[in-house]
């Protein structure tokens, strides 16, 4: 079994996600939700409009679209690879979604992710990552990725099969916000 980006993202909300999900087999339902579902259609029109004008503001020197790649521990499938100028690689992801000023943090892991399995795949280095805000007149904003924030989804992806294999029942966030708004909130002792 590999992971996805958002086991990952999971995880890190609250690593309950992973014991729910995958030693209790507990279902999230989340085709039911709309954004889920809108944000996959727009992806797969997305990627078959021409977005060459984006491209050359990053400066993109080569392109892979629609890029499904894997290793030991994860998969996933980037809306882009971009062959940069100086030799390094770069993913952009485009979000169904408005700009609001900041980046969320779900939006980075997803990146940080990818950056992973880029390397893995490609053998280039990743520096940054790009993200195209489709709700806000395709919106593009780059995001720094470190070697730390790689070594961060790592980790998780490696907790993630601790607790599964080990059918581990973890601490929970310590965020205690974020369970007002969690699939499985009606029967996790928070």
Not at 18 to 46: C, I, S, W
Not at 91 to 99: G, T, V
Request: proline share 4%; charged share 30%.
């Amino acid at each position: 079994m590999n992971l996805t980006p958002s086991h990952i993202i999971e995880y890190l909300y609250c690593p309950r996600f992973t014991f729910y999900e995958y030693v209790l087999a507990v279902p999230q339902n989340e085709d039911q939700n709309y954004k889920v579902m809108r944000g996959r259609e727009l992806h797969d029109r997305r990627l078959e409009e021409n977005k060459d004008y984006l491209r050359r503001r990053i400066g993109a020197v080569g392109k892979h679209l629609d890029v499904y790649l894997t290793n030991d521990l994860l998969r996933g499938r980037m809306d882009e690879v971009l062959e940069l100028a100086d030799g390094s690689l770069a993913p952009l992801d485009y979000k169904f979604a408005e700009w609001n000023e900041r980046i969320y943090e779900t939006y980075q892991t997803q990146l940080y992710c990818y950056a992973w399995l880029i390397e893995e795949n490609f053998g280039k280095k990743v520096n940054k990552g790009f993200l195209v805000y489709t709700r806000s007149k395709n919106k593009l904003v780059e995001v720094p990725i470190t070697d730390e924030h790689k070594s961060v989804v790592k980790a998780a992806a490696q907790a993630i099969f601790q607790i599964i294999d080990s059918n581990r029942f973890p601490k929970a966030t310590k965020y205690k916000r974020r369970c007002t708004h969690c699939t499985y909130r009606n029967f996790c002792p928070q």
